[in-house]
């Protein structure tokens, strides 16, 4: 995957940022390190962390911001599993599941998600991938709904119902 330069409007200094695939278990452990905290407050498994980075490269793409070499945020995408979730979509559908989406503290309100969010709907429109892309996130005024409903992403109603999933996931149970 060929990466792109952005250079962030934030930095005076015009650090260099780039957006490419996360090839090292230890960035993509390191990212999602934020879900040990509230109000996810998961257990991260070594193991069980490089299951699931696996499971992005055989099936789907992590796709990963960094600033100056360092990892910043992560946006994970499954692709074409329409029976794991509440959302049910019909047999012919591409669907791309942003399953991991964080950005560290340290790099939030810089626009890096609204950035890698973006840039991970034109890469898998340039491939015409799917034809469905949907995310499970917090609602209740998080960053990443905010982000995403900024985006084009919309709440998800049947028969006048917000599907609304109870999730409970922990890093170091199977997948």
Do not use: W
């Amino acid at each position: 995957m060929s990466k792109i330069e952005i250079y962030n409007e934030y930095d005076l200094n015009k650090t260099l940022n780039e957006i490419k695939s996360v090839e090292k278990i230890d960035d993509f452990i390191d990212v999602i390190s934020v879900f040990k905290s509230a109000p996810y407050f998961e257990i991260l498994d070594k193991e069980a962390c490089e299951k699931e980075f696996e499971s992005y490269k055989d099936n789907g793409l992590a796709l990963g911001y960094y600033v100056d070499g360092k990892i910043a945020g992560i946006n994970c995408v499954l692709f074409d599993n329409p029976t794991a979730h509440s959302i049910k979509f019909s047999d012919n559908d591409k669907i791309a599941y942003y399953s991991g989406f964080a950005v560290k503290p340290e790099f939030r309100k810089r626009g890096i998600g609204s950035e890698l969010l973006i840039y991970t709907d034109d890469y898998l429109e340039s491939l015409n991938y799917f034809d469905y892309a949907y995310a499970r996130i917090l609602l209740q005024g998080s960053m990443s709904e905010k982000i995403f409903a900024n985006n084009g992403f919309e709440d998800v109603y049947v028969d006048g119902e917000l599907i609304v999933d109870e999730v409970e996931y922990m890093r170091n149970n199977s997948f």
